[in-house]
């Protein structure tokens, strides 16, 4: 594997079709770009990644950096992707020397998580190994969390016109809840968006069960499994529930099961 210390430290773009192509990555009213030539049926957006944040990196950097990102996501085996994982950290941690370079590398991260639901759980094990990176005091989990917390108390104004961008936010908010950990210390400003997204399923349920009857029998069995699980806290396994009973009660829980649950979580 190539060092980053090979790659070019001048970090700027050196070609006017290179500036060109990430100046037409230009976002719309909800602040999200679509990818050039993605236009048209099956297109995909993604959240607005500014040039500047490329520029701060370099262009030969980042785009190795992708590339492995990429390699991750397709890797079939876990200890491949935690190879790749500590390839990654070792280039960063070889070229990245100033503040601006670690916020504008976790920033980049932090959208190529929200590209696809499919990647979030990919992307948040590579930040969950990336997240002691430091240079001039700042550490890469910092602006990560910093950009995750602003989406997450603006998501009123975006979510409901963008539910792509939502559904990959609330998968990759919990994958970053579950791997991202401060020694085996979970993350508290990741606890109130997650019992939000618990929420959400809670006031989804009928319609999500109406579209994907199979998917939400493969939920509600994952979750019988944490439930009896050695490693579930007793909370978790109080939520679990409610949320189990909740869908055996037709999605309607009675009078006396909401005074069970709100006197239990009171």
Known sequence: MASARQLSKS???????????????????????????????????????????????????????????????????????????DGIYKDVEGYISKEAQVRAFALLMYNKGLEDAQNAETVAKLCSRLASLEAEGLKFRSPLLKQLQEDFISRATWKDNDPNRW??????????????????????????PVFTCLDSLKELGPTLEELKPAQMDILLNMMKEKLLGPKSSHFSRLLLLEIIELRASGWHLTDTQQQYYSEIFC
């Not at 262009?59 to 190795?64: A, I, K, M, Q, S």
């Not at 809840?177 to 085996?184: P, Q, T, V």
Request: proline residues 3%.
């Open 11 to 85: 970090g700027g773009l050196k070609s006017a079709a290179s500036r060109q192509k990430l100046k037409q990555q230009q976002p719309n009213d909800r602040g999200v770009a679509t990818v050039p030539g993605s236009s048209g049926e099956g297109s995909s957006n993604y959240p607005y990644m500014k040039e500047e944040h490329v520029l701060t990196l370099g262009e030969h950097f980042y785009n190795r950096t992708m590339v492995l990102v990429q390699q991750a996501a397709r890797s079939s085996k876990e200890s491949s992707l935690w190879d790749i994982a």
């Open 167 to 192: 559904l990959a936010f609330t998968c990759y908010l919990c994958c970053l809840f579950r791997h991202l950990k401060i020694g085996d210390n979970y993350i508290n400003a990741l606890v109130e």
